[in-house]
């Protein structure tokens, strides 16, 4: 008896579908790279997975003022101070029904021009000095001024202390130092620091000062 024909038969697909290989997630780290006061800032978050077109938005906190995230996932702008801010973002895609996602984020907007004591003011006979160390955390160098004086309690102001010279980007605790003669009194020294970037348009300033007088006792 002749055998009769078969229809071939398919081979059945047993693979299963990954279920996460569509799930919408939010790839950015939380730490966001850090900034400046009125630094121009652009970043671009980004998510994987969902359906095409996702929009984004802060939900919780609040950024910095002066920026702002756009619906497409562009964070910018020139923020106007420093401190830490934490929000949360959410994206959501187009697909039906709508995938939706957040995390919490943290931006840190640094002073660009920071002075710190190193050796704080003191008297020395009768001398006051010290020295300060001065930081430039931004990507631009500095036109430098650098001014301590020290006022006697009667109003009257002596400079102990002046430089100006360029503070390259980048720098971190350039030392300087500062002394001079006075004669006797009670003083509060001040402490002053301008950067200028002239292309750019932009004064960055910090100050500090002694929180008690120094007392000279040596001398006329």
């Known amino acids: 008896m002749a ?29 966001l790279p850090e900034t400046y006061p009125r630094a121009t800032y ?22 910095p003022p002066g920026m702002q995230l756009d619906d497409d996932g562009l964070l910018h702008g020139l923020p106007e101070h420093t401190g830490e801010f934490q929000f949360t973002i959410s994206v959501r895609d187009g697909g039906k029904p709508q995938q939706a996602v957040q995390k919490g984020f943290t931006l840190r907007v640094r002073a660009a021009l920071v002075i710190n004591w190193k050796n704080p003011a003191h008297v020395n006979g009768n001398r006051i ?14 036109d430098l001024t650098f001014i301590v004086m020290a006022v006697l309690d009667n109003g009257r102001a002596t400079a102990i202390g002046y430089q100006h010279f360029v503070l390259k980007h980048g720098t971190v605790k350039q030392t300087l130092p500062f002394g001079e003669t006075l004669s006797r009194g ?9 950067g200028e ?5 932009l004064i960055y300033r910090d100050r500090m000062e002694t929180p008690q007088p120094l007392q000279v006792t040596v001398g006329p």
Do not use: C
């Open 3 to 31: 055998r009769a024909d078969r229809e071939p038969v398919e081979p059945q697909d047993t693979t299963t579908p990954s279920q996460t290989q569509d799930d919408l997630v939010i790839q950015n780290d939380s730490d």
């Open 129 to 142: 000095e010290g020295t300060v160390d001065v930081t430039n955390t931004t990507g631009d160098d500095m």
């Open 186 to 194: 009670d003083y509060v020294v001040h402490v002053d620091a301008v």
């Open 42 to 63: 652009e970043y671009r978050f980004r998510a994987h997975g969902g359906v095409p077109v996702l929009h984004w938005r802060v939900e919780k906190g609040a950024l």
């Open 197 to 201: 970037v002239v292309p750019k348009n």
